[in-house]
């Protein structure tokens, strides 16, 4: 399983970016699809997930009304939409897949409790100025 993640870069403060990260051998049909996010020196953050089997969402209540998570089944894609970005969004942006989940149970947390998210994309930077 191999996820890629794109579109990162430097916008200033209000900007918008689209993020994208592409998966190849698994198929984005029933899985759980995450964002994350890692600042300097602070801890993981989820961002967003997307349930792929009926396209249930999930954003976290720091980014809600600004990020919204997406998907292109036909591209086994699954986008990040990051309006009205702060400083405080700067971070590196990982894509990551989890498998074996539900549509409820599809949360941006990789822990003991709701199992692993087990495949991870090497990340893209974002900074906002």
């Known amino acids: 399983v191999q996820l890629v993640e794109s579109g990162g870069g430097s916008v200033q403060a209000g900007g918008s970016l689209r993020l994208s990260c592409a998966a190849s051998g698994v198929r984005v049909s029933s899985i759980c699809m995450g964002w994350f996010r890692q600042a300097p020196g602070k801890e993981r953050e989820g961002v967003a997930s997307l349930y792929t089997g009926d396209d249930n969402t999930y954003v976290a209540d720091s980014v809600k009304g600004r990020f919204a998570i997406s998907r292109d089944g036909a591209k086994n894609t699954v986008y990040l939409q990051m309006d009205s970005l702060k400083p405080e969004d700067t971070a590196m942006y990982y894509c990551?897949?989890?498998?074996?989940?539900?549509?409820?149970?599809?949360?941006?947390?990789?822990?003991?409790?709701?199992?692993?998210?087990?495949?991870w994309g090497q990340g893209t930077q974002v900074t906002v100025s």
């Open positions: 990551a897949a989890a498998q074996g989940r539900g549509s409820l149970s599809c949360v941006p947390i990789s822990d003991a409790v709701y199992g692993p998210f087990s495949y």
